[in-house]
């Protein structure tokens, strides 16, 4: 069976290291995505994608694949309310600098068709890079989950 890809390509006045930190660390995550990313970003570590609140409930979880800071990150990507029933994915981040931006590239792979996952994320990333645009650059992310 052939899988899905979706990649996404967001410009950012900042730099590769602000956005890298944005991406890695939850206290920023938090500020523009309303969930945290936990972990130590080594490869090999697990990682989760938490709710800020005091449930603290695992969204999105998987393994850290690569971690070079502050130029590529990729993991697989887990629904554990899916009970096993959704196959894992994988998800790169490359950070590129370009002039006075950097070029953050999203690719989301190994999607099955038609998948729940493949809507969500379809939906789910433009809105998350759109907010960590605009939290780099203005100091306010978006609310995008309204």
């Known amino acids: 069976m052939s899988q899905e890809t979706f990649v996404y390509v967001v410009y950012i006045a900042s730099t590769p290291q602000k956005i890298w930190d944005a991406l890695v660390r939850g206290e920023l995550t938090r500020q523009y995505w309303g969930h945290e990313n936990v972990s130590d970003w080594k490869r090999g570590s697990r990682w989760k994608h938490v ?39 994988r998800v790169t981040m490359t950070l590129e600098p370009v002039k006075d931006m950097v070029r953050l590239t ?41």
Do not use: Y
């Not at 068709?113 to 645009?133: A, N, Q, T």
């Open 51 to 89: 709710t800020a609140d005091a449930k603290r409930t695992v969204r999105i979880e998987g393994e850290v694949l690569e971690a070079d800071p502050p130029r590529r990150l990729a993991m697989t990507w887990e629904d554990p309310e899916a009970g096993g029933k959704a196959k894992r994915t």
């Open 106 to 146: 999203v690719r989301h792979d190994e999607l099955p068709p038609g998948s729940d996952m493949l809507r969500k994320i379809s939906e789910g990333w433009p809105r998350v890079l759109s907010s960590l645009k605009s939290f780099l650059e203005t100091g306010r992310p978006l609310d995008t989950w309204a």
